[in-house]
């Protein structure tokens, strides 16, 4: 009988743990200018949990407005959260495919 340690479940998780080199850009319309590059290197630097944190505190913030009665201004303060959050994905994906 064979045990859990002769077994291999997943015979494709060697393959799927490789590193692959991202693929080189060919076209020049492709290349970002020196302010994109700027602007990624400079995001890269921001820890992504601040954007969850601040958009949490946006909705909360939104929450608190409009149970205070200030409706309108919650509203406002509310739409701030899917831009963080937006911004934080980006971050992520700034860190993920910034070349190193």
């Given at each position: 009988?064979?045990?859990?340690?002769?077994?291999?479940?997943?015979?494709?998780?060697?393959?799927?743990?490789?590193?692959?080199?991202?693929?080189?850009?060919?076209?020049?319309?492709?290349?970002?200018?020196?302010l994109?590059?700027?602007?990624?290197?400079q995001?890269?630097?921001?820890?992504?949990n601040?954007?969850?944190?601040?958009s949490l505190?946006?909705?909360?913030?939104?929450l608190?407005?409009?149970?205070?009665?200030?409706?309108?201004?919650?509203i406002?303060?509310?739409?701030?959260?899917?831009?963080l959050?937006?911004?934080?994905?980006?971050?992520?994906?700034?860190?993920?495919?910034?070349?190193?």
């Amino acid at each position: 009988m064979a045990t859990s340690g002769d077994l291999d479940i997943n015979p494709a998780q060697r393959e799927a743990e490789k590193v692959y080199d991202p693929s080189p850009i060919v076209r020049p319309e492709h290349l970002e200018d020196s302010l994109t590059r700027m602007i990624e290197q400079q995001t890269a630097r921001v820890p992504s949990n601040i954007f969850l944190a601040a958009s949490l505190s946006a909705i909360g913030c939104s929450l608190y407005l409009f149970l205070s009665g200030k409706r309108d201004t919650s509203i406002l303060v509310g739409m701030w959260a899917p831009t963080l959050l937006t911004m934080g994905v980006y971050n992520k994906l700034v860190k993920m495919l910034l070349p190193r």
